[in-house]
T-cell receptor
Framework: AQSVTQLDSQVPVFEEAPVELRCNYSSSVSVYLFWYVQYPNQGLQLLLK??????LVKGINGFEAEFNKSQTSFHLRKPSVHISDTAEYFCAVTSGAGSYQLTFGKGTKLSVIP | SQTIHQWPATLVQPVGSPLSLECTVEGTSNPNLYWYRQAAGRGLQLLFY??????ISSEVPQNLSASRPQDRQFILSSKKLLLSDSGFYLC????????????FGEGSRLTVL
């Protein structure tokens, strides 16, 4: 079984400040990892994904994440946030080929303060 | 690229009434399709998934059911809604058989009164 823990349910941050949203996972097999963003009353949009290769993954809107196998983490970072980044962010994990399930964390609400 | 249509976008229903939420997918064939529910503070809960026409797997015992009458159509139903059925329902399609990545629709918000 696999699981995802997003350690912070809410993260307030001032505009133009850096932010890190934390995600830890547990799985007994190799994993693929994802970050999704959800704006109010909308569906989820893929921000970035780690499948293999370089552990530093760059996504849309200036976000990046680093896969750390030893710490079973996949934290999301942005060096300077904008008001438009205010949204809920979900970390997700799957064991990949043959797996039908994508397991999500409970989400982190990022609030950017002007 | 894929497009997922969900309707209705918003629905207010009384307790005990029936429900039908529809999802259709364009731009792909034979997708794996999923219904998720999002309740406040509870993240995303997988309700059903389907690997093909007429094939439905239920992840959580529910007051809900799902059907897949056509390759790119996925329907979520209930005969009698409960207050606890309120939430934001998301349909998703698997974009890659190898990575498990999902593509989501815009969601349907259900309020049961």
């Amino acid at each position: 079984a696999q699981s995802v823990t997003q350690l912070d349910s809410q993260v307030p941050v001032f505009e133009e400040a850096p932010v890190e949203l934390r995600c830890n996972y547990s799985s007994s097999v190799s994993v693929y990892l994802f970050w999704y963003v959800q704006y109010p009353n909308q569906g989820l949009q893929l921000l970035l994904k780690y499948l293999s290769g370089s552990t530093l993954v760059k996504g849309i809107n200036g976000f990046e994440a680093e896969f750390n196998k030893s710490q079973t983490s996949f934290h999301l970072r942005k060096p300077s946030v904008h008001i438009s980044d205010t949204a809920e962010y979900f970390c997700a994990v799957t064991s990949g080929a043959g797996s039908y399930q994508l397991t999500f964390g409970k989400g982190t609400k990022l609030s950017v303060i002007p | 690229s894929q497009t997922i249509h969900q309707w209705p976008a918003t629905l207010v229903q009384p307790v005990g009434s029936p429900l039908s939420l529809e999802c259709t997918v364009e731009g792909t064939s034979n997708p794996n399709l999923y219904w998720y529910r999002q309740a406040a503070g509870r993240g995303l809960q997988l309700l059903f998934y389907s690997v093909g026409i007429g094939q439905i797997s239920s992840e959580v015992p529910q007051n809900l059911s799902a059907s897949r009458p056509q390759d790119r159509q996925f329907i979520l139903s209930s005969k009698k809604l409960l207050l606890s059925d309120s939430g934001f329902y998301l349909c998703a399609s698997r974009t890659s058989a190898n990575t498990g990545e999902l593509f989501f629709g815009e969601g349907s918000r259900l309020t049961v009164l």
